[in-house]
C-alpha cells in the first residue's frame, strides 16, 4: 500500500473522501426521490430489516408456542395466522428482494464499471412498488392478517378462510412487479453497460449470479402473479377455476402457484451463492476454481430450475408418472449446485486464507447449503417424499437453504461490503462472535426438526403429540439464541456508522472495481471511467490510484 | 455530451446508442414477462378446452364472430398505423408520426367500444358468470369456466389496451411537438413495441375463444 | 399408548421397512459429502491460512491440465448416485402407490376438521381406522371440503384428499399396535386437532371388535337404499328400453361418449356423472339425467358408487343404447 504524501484532492486529513454519496445531498427529498443506485441500495437496505425483524418476531412467537405440546399460548386462529405471515414476510418481503435489491443494486454498476443502473427511474419505482406492496401486507396484518398458510392452498384460500386474502394478495401482487422490474433493469445493465474491456467472462460471478436470478424473476413472477389474480377472481367473482363444484381443478392452481414458487428459491439462493464466490476468491487471494464452470452453473440452476416444479406435487393427486418425470428433473438440477460446492472448497486449496468475519459466513454457508441441498435431494427422492412431505423435515430443509445458505451469505455480503457501503469499519471481534452464534443457534434450531420430520410431526401444527416435545424444547431454545446472534449486527453495525474506523478504499485487498473507487463511492462512482484489462480475481489486487487509497 | 434541441441523454449513458439499445432491450424483457404473465391464463385455459371440448364449443359459438373479426381487422390496421408512426419517428417526420398515433388510437378505441358491445351483450344473455349466469345447453357448469376465462383473458388484454392507448395518446403529443429525433425515439419505439405485442396477444385471443369448431 | 421412539417412528409395514432402507442409502450419502466437504474446508482453511500480510493464494486452475476432469469426475460421481437414489425412490414410490388387488376397500372421508371412515360391511368410525394385521387395505378418499392429507407415519406415506376426485391410499400393516394417523396438508383452523389412530389388531381381536361395535347397514345396501330413493332405477333398468345407459357390469369398462371418446368406468367417472350427469354422456344417449349436485353428501355418493360397482352384468343382457 502505498501511503499519500499529501492528501488528493476532495479527500480529508485522514484521507477519507470529502464529498460521497451519503453526504452529496441531505434531506428527506434527496432519499425519497433519488435516482442513485447506491442510495436506493440503502432504502431497501431499511425496509427488508423492517421486514425481516417483523417476520422473526413472528418466528419467535411461533417457537414459543411449540415449546408444549399443548395448544396454549394462542388461539389455533391466531397461530395459523403466525406462522402465514413468518412466511409471507421473509419470502416475499425479505428473501426474494434481499441481496439482488440491497448489495445487487448497490454493487453491479460498481462492479461493470458504469455509473448507474440502465433505468435508474424504474429502479425507485421498484423500492416504491415494493414498499406499496409491504404497505398493504402490513395493512392486513394489523386487521389480523391471513391464516391460509403462505402457499394460499385453493379451495381453502378461495371458499373457505375469511380472512384477509386479498389484501395480502394484492400486497404481493405489487411486490411481484418490484422484483420484476429489478430483474428487467439487471438484465439491460448487465448486456448494456459494461466498461470497456469487460467482457463475459472477465465479471465477478456475484455479477453471473445475478444476472440468473434476474431471469428467473422475469419469466417466474408473472405466473404466480395471474395465480394471484385467479384466487382475487375466485373469492370475489366466484369464477369457479379452483372450484370443484363449479367445474375447476384444485390442483391447476398449486401447478400455477409452484411454478413461480420453485424458480423463487433460486432467486433466493444464487444472490447468495454470488456472494459467497467473492468472499472466498477474496479470503483465499486467488481466483475461484473453475469460473467458467461456477458460472454456466448458476444459468444451469435458472434454467432447470423451471423444470422442477412438480416435486412439490408429489403426494397433491398428480399421476405418479408425473412425479417420476420431475423427480429425475429434481436431481438433475442438483448438479450445479454440487459443482459449486466443489469449486468453492477447491479454491480453499494451496489458497492464503484469512479468518475475517465475511470468511466465517461463507464457510457457514458452504456447510449449511450442503446439508440443506443434500436433504433437498433426499426430498426428491419419491419414496421418502411421500413420507416427509409437508412434514418438520421440509422445514427443516428450507430453513437450512434459506436461513443457513441465504441469509449467511447476505450477512456475510454485509459485513464484507459494509466498509465499502458506509465507509466505516466494524468490530472485528463481535462480529467474528456473531457469526459463531449465529452459526451455533441455527444448527440447534433446525437440526431437530430433520428428526421431527421423520418422525412425523405435522408442519403447521399449533398441537402435537407429548412425545415430540423434547425435540421442540431443543430447537426453541436454538431459536433464542439465533435471535441473538441476529441482533448482534444490528448493535454493531449501527454503532459503526457513528464510530467506526474510517475505511480504507480496499481494506480487504480484493480485487473487484469496486474496490477501485473510493469508501464510500462518490455519487458516479467513479472519477474516471475503468476499463478492464485482467481477468477477475487476479491477486494481487491492482493498489487504488492516489487519490482514492486512503493512506495507512 | 447531452444534444439540447434533440432528445438529452441521460447522465448514466455514455452515448445516444448505448441509450437507446438499453430502452429497446428494456422494452423487450417488459414484453417477455407479460408473456409469461398471459401465459398463466392461456395454460388455465387449455387445460379446462382440452378437459370439456364439447362445452367450449358450444359456449364459444355464443360470441359474435362477426364482432370478432371485426375487432381483430381493427387491430391489426392499429399496428400499421403504429409501425407507420414508428417510421415517422425513425425518419424524423414529428408530425406524420403524430397523424399515424392518432389514427392508431382511433383505431384501439373503436376495438373497446366494440367489446364493450359485446359484453353488453353477454350481459344480456345471461352468460356473465356469477349468480345471473345462465346457459341453454348441458353442462352449464363447465360453461361458466369458458364465460370466465373468457372475461378474464379479453378483460386483462382490454386492460392492457387502455394502458396503451393512455401510452399512444402521450407520444402522439410529444411527436407533434417535435420531441423525437432519428438518434433518439426511444419512448416512440418502446410504445411501438408494446402496441404491437398487445395485438399479438389478440390474435392469439381469438382464434382461442372465437373460433372453437368453425371452418 | 404409542412407544416413543428416538430417531424413528414405527415401522409398522413393509414399505414403511424399505422406506427406511432408501432413507438409509441417502443419509449414508449425505452424511458422506457433509463430513468430506467439512473436514476438506477445515483442513484448507488451516494448513493454507495466512502466514503474511501481502502473501497471495496459487491458482492451480489454469496451470493444472487436470482441472477440467475433476470438474467432470465431481460432477458425473454424484450425478451417477443421485440416478441411483432417483431409481429406488421410484421403485419405492410405486409400491406406496399401488395397492394389490385383493385389498379391502374402506371409504375415507375428510372434511375439516375430522375422518370419517367406512369399513367394506358398513361399520363407521369416526377419527379411528381399525384393522386386521396382515391384510392390504385400500382407502378410497375424498374430501368434503378442502384439501386435506391422510398421513400415517407408520406406514411412511402421505396422500391427498381432494374435494373433486377419489384418491387412494394404501397399506398392509405387519405388526399390531396403535398409530398416529394426521392430517397432512393444512386446511384451516383445527389442522393440528384433524388427528386419529390406526388400529392394527390380531385378526381374532378385529372380529371380535367388529362383533362388538354397532353397525349400520354396508355401503352396498346404502346404496341400493338411495338407487331406489332417487329414482335412478327408473331410467338405469336393465333392460334395452331404458333411456339411460344399463349400469349391469359396466365398472371397469370403457365408454364410448357421445364426442367420440372414449372414458373408463371408475368410481371419479360415476361420482362425476351423478353430479354433472351432461359432462360426459355415453354414446348414443341423451343428455336428459338431472344433476343431483347438492342433494347428495360425499358419504351418499360413496355409498351409491359402491352399489353400482357391486351390480354385476347379467348373462343375457346386452347393453344397447335406443334408436
Do not use: I, K
Given at each position: 500500500m502505498t501511503a499519500a504524501a499529501t492528501p488528493a484532492p476532495?479527500?480529508?486529513?485522514?484521507?477519507?473522501?470529502?464529498?460521497?454519496y451519503l453526504n452529496a445531498a441531505y434531506g428527506l427529498k434527496s432519499w425519497l426521490l433519488t435516482r442513485d443506485h447506491k442510495r436506493i441500495a440503502l432504502l431497501y437496505l431499511v425496509s427488508v430489516s423492517v421486514f425481516f425483524a417483523l417476520g422473526g418476531l413472528m418466528a419467535v412467537l411461533i417457537r414459543m408456542e411449540l415449546v408444549t405440546p399443548a395448544g396454549d399460548l394462542f388461539q389455533p386462529d391466531i397461530y395459523n395466522r403466525l406462522f402465514t405471515m413468518h412466511g409471507v414476510l421473509m419470502i416475499f418481503f425479505f428473501l426474494i428482494p434481499g441481496i439482488p435489491a440491497v448489495l445487487g443494486n448497490f454493487l453491479i454498476p460498481l462492479m461493470i464499471g458504469a455509473k448507474d443502473l440502465a433505468f435508474p427511474r424504474i429502479n425507485l419505482l421498484s423500492w416504491y412498488l415494493y414498499s406499496i406492496g409491504g404497505a398493504f401486507t402490513l395493512w392486513a396484518l394489523l386487521h389480523?392478517?391471513?391464516?391460509?398458510?403462505?402457499?394460499?392452498?385453493t379451495p381453502l384460500s378461495t371458499n373457505y378462510v375469511t380472512t384477509s386474502v386479498i389484501t395480502v394478495g394484492v400486497g404481493i401482487f405489487i411486490a411481484g412487479f418490484s422484483s420484476i422490474l429489478t430483474g428487467l433493469n439487471f438484465v439491460v445493465t448487465i448486456h448494456r453497460?459494461?466498461?470497456?474491456?469487460?467482457?463475459w467472462f472477465r465479471l465477478p460471478l456475484f455479477v453471473w449470479s445475478h444476472y440468473a436470478t434476474a431471469l428467473i424473476q422475469i419469466l417466474g413472477t408473472p405466473v404466480v402473479a395471474i395465480a394471484i389474480l385467479l384466487v382475487a377472481a375466485e373469492r370475489t367473482l366466484h369464477v369457479g377455476v379452483f372450484d370443484p363444484k363449479l367445474g375447476g381443478d384444485p390442483v391447476l392452481f398449486q401447478h400455477l402457484f409452484w411454478f413461480y414458487s420453485h424458480p423463487a428459491v433460486y432467486i433466493m439462493i444464487l444472490p447468495s451463492m454470488g456472494v459467497v464466490s467473492e468472499l472466498i476468491a477474496t479470503f483465499a487471494r486467488k481466483p475461484i476454481f473453475g469460473y467458467k464452470f461456477v458460472a454456466f452453473a448458476s444459468i444451469g440452476i435458472a434454467v432447470l430450475g423451471f423444470l422442477v416444479w412438480g416435486h412439490h406435487m408429489f403426494v397433491a393427486g398428480q399421476s405418479i408418472y408425473a412425479g417420476v418425470v420431475f423427480s429425475v428433473l429434481s436431481m438433475l438440477v442438483a448438479v450445479p449446485s454440487a459443482i459449486k460446492v466443489f469449486n468453492w472448497t477447491a479454491t480453499l486449496y494451496k489458497g492464503s486464507i484469512s479468518w475475517d468475519t465475511p470468511m466465517l459466513y461463507a464457510l457457514g454457508f458452504i456447510g449449511l447449503f450442503t446439508i440443506g441441498g443434500l436433504t433437498g435431494v433426499m426430498l426428491a427422492t419419491l419414496g421418502i417424499d411421500a413420507h416427509v412431505h409437508d412434514t418438520y423435515f421440509i422445514i427443516a430443509h428450507f430453513h437450512y437453504i434459506m436461513v443457513g445458505g441465504a441469509i449467511m451469505g447476505y450477512l456475510g455480503g454485509l459485513h464484507f461490503w459494509w466498509p465499502k457501503i458506509t465507509g466505516r469499519l466494524y468490530p472485528a471481534f463481535w462480529s467474528r462472535l456473531s457469526a459463531l452464534v449465529i452459526f451455533i443457534g441455527f444448527n440447534v434450531t433446525f437440526f431437530p426438526q430433520f428428526i421431527l420430520g421423520y418422525l412425523g410431526m405435522p408442519r403447521r401444527y399449533h398441537s402435537y403429540p407429548p412425545e415430540f416435545q423434547v425435540l421442540n424444547v431443543m430447537s426453541s431454545a436454538g431459536a433464542t439464541i439465533l435471535g441473538l446472534g441476529y441482533l448482534m449486527p444490528l448493535v454493531y453495525f449501527i454503532w459503526s456508522m457513528r464510530y467506526g474506523p474510517k475505511a480504507p478504499a480496499n481494506p480487504w485487498g480484493a480485487t473487484g472495481l469496486e474496490w477501485q473507487t473510493t469508501s464510500p463511492p462518490p455519487v458516479e462512482n467513479f472519477k474516471t471511467q475503468p476499463v478492464v484489462t485482467a481477468p477477475p480475481y487476479t491477486y494481487p489486487a491492482p493498489t487504488p490510484s492516489p487519490g482514492v487509497a486512503l493512506g495507512d | 455530451m447531452a444534444t439540447e434541441a434533440h432528445g438529452t441523454l441521460a447522465h448514466h449513458f455514455d452515448s445516444l446508442e448505448q441509450q437507446k439499445d438499453s430502452a429497446v432491450l428494456g422494452m423487450w424483457t417488459f414484453l417477455v414477462t407479460e408473456i409469461l404473465f398471459f401465459g398463466g391464463l392461456f395454460a388455465a385455459y387449455g387445460l379446462y378446452r382440452s378437459l370439456y371440448p364439447e362445452v367450449f364449443r358450444a359456449a364459444s359459438h355464443t360470441l359474435s364472430i362477426q364482432l370478432g373479426t371485426f375487432n381483430t381487422v381493427v387491430l391489426i390496421a392499429s399496428s400499421l398505423t403504429m409501425a407507420l408512426a414508428v417510421r415517422g419517428g425513425q425518419t424524423g417526420k414529428g408530425k406524420l408520426s403524430a397523424l399515424f398515433l392518432v389514427l392508431t388510437l382511433i383505431l384501439g378505441s373503436t376495438f373497446l367500444v366494440v367489446k364493450g358491445f359485446e359484453y353488453h351483450e353477454k350481459f344480456v344473455e345471461h352468460?356473465?358468470?356469477?349468480?345471473?349466469f345462465h346457459f341453454e345447453g348441458p353442462d352449464a357448469v363447465h360453461a361458466q369456466l369458458f364465460f370466465s376465462l373468457y372475461f378474464l383473458m379479453t378483460g386483462l388484454h382490454a386492460l392492457h389496451m387502455v394502458v396503451g392507448i393512455a401510452l399512444v395518446a402521450y407520444v402522439a403529443k410529444r411527436a407533434a411537438g417535435g420531441a423525437y429525433t432519428p438518434e433518439n425515439h426511444n419512448f416512440l419505439e418502446g410504445t411501438g413495441l408494446y402496441w404491437h405485442f398487445v395485438d399479438l396477444v389478440w390474435i392469439f385471443l381469438f382464434p382461442l375463444l372465437y373460433l372453437i369448431g368453425r371452418h | 399408548m404409542i412407544p416413543s421412539s428416538p430417531l424413528l417412528p414405527d415401522q409398522a409395514s413393509d414399505v414403511a421397512r424399505s422406506v427406511d432402507h432408501l432413507m438409509i442409502y441417502a443419509l449414508s450419502g449425505l452424511v458422506f459429502f457433509s463430513a468430506l466437504i467439512a473436514i476438506l474446508v477445515l483442513v484448507f482453511m488451516v494448513k493454507y491460512r495466512r502466514r503474511s500480510a501481502d502473501q497471495v493464494g496459487i491458482d492451480v486452475y489454469e496451470t493444472n491440465p487436470k482441472s477440467h476432469v475433476l470438474e467432470i469426475v465431481w460432477s458425473v460421481i454424484p450425478l451417477t448416485l443421485l440416478l441411483i437414489l432417483f431409481g429406488w425412490g421410484t421403485k419405492v414410490f410405486f409400491d406406496q402407490n399401488r395397492p394389490p388387488a385383493d385389498a379391502m376397500q374402506y371409504w375415507v372421508t375428510g372434511r375439516q376438521w375430522m375422518w370419517k371412515i367406512q369399513h367394506p360391511d358398513g361399520h363407521r368410525e369416526i377419527n379411528e381406522l381399525h384393522v386386521p394385521v396382515g391384510r392390504a387395505v385400500r382407502l378410497r378418499m375424498i374430501s368434503e371440503d378442502v384439501i386435506h392429507d391422510f398421513f400415517v407415519p407408520a406406514f411412511r406415506i402421505h396422500v391427498d384428499v381432494l374435494p373433486s376426485r377419489y384418491t387412494t391410499y394404501w397399506f398392509k400393516a405387519n405388526r399390531t399396535g396403535t398409530f398416529h394417523l394426521f392430517c397432512g396438508q393444512y386446511c384451516g383452523t383445527e389442522h393440528s386437532r384433524m388427528v386419529g389412530h390406526v388400529v392394527v389388531m390380531e385378526p381374532r381381536a378385529y372380529e371380535a371388535w367388529l362383533a362388538g361395535e354397532k353397525t349400520g347397514p354396508s355401503a352396498v345396501a346404502s346404496g341400493e337404499e338411495l338407487f331406489v330413493a332417487k329414482s335412478c332405477n327408473t331410467c338405469h333398468?336393465?333392460?334395452?328400453?331404458?333411456?339411460a345407459p344399463i349400469?349391469?357390469?359396466?365398472?371397469g369398462t370403457q365408454a364410448s361418449l357421445n364426442d367420440g371418446t372414449k372414458v373408463l368406468v371408475n368410481e371419479d367417472y360415476i361420482r362425476e356423472s351423478i353430479l354433472n350427469p351432461a359432462a360426459k354422456v355415453v354414446f348414443g344417449y341423451q343428455p336428459i339425467m338431472p344433476t343431483f349436485k347438492g342433494q347428495v353428501s360425499e358419504e351418499e355418493l360413496i355409498q351409491l358408487v359402491d352399489y353400482v360397482k357391486s351390480l354385476k352384468a347379467a348373462p343375457t343382457t346386452t347393453a344397447e343404447a335406443p334408436q
Open positions: 476532495g479527500t480529508n486529513p485522514d484521507g477519507s473522501p470529502r464529498v460521497h389480523g392478517g391471513v391464516d391460509t398458510g403462505w402457499t394460499f392452498y453497460m459494461r466498461a470497456p474491456g469487460l467482457t | 352468460h356473465v358468470p356469477g349468480a345471473t | 333398468r336393465p333392460d334395452s328400453s331404458a333411456r349400469l349391469n357390469g359396466v365398472f
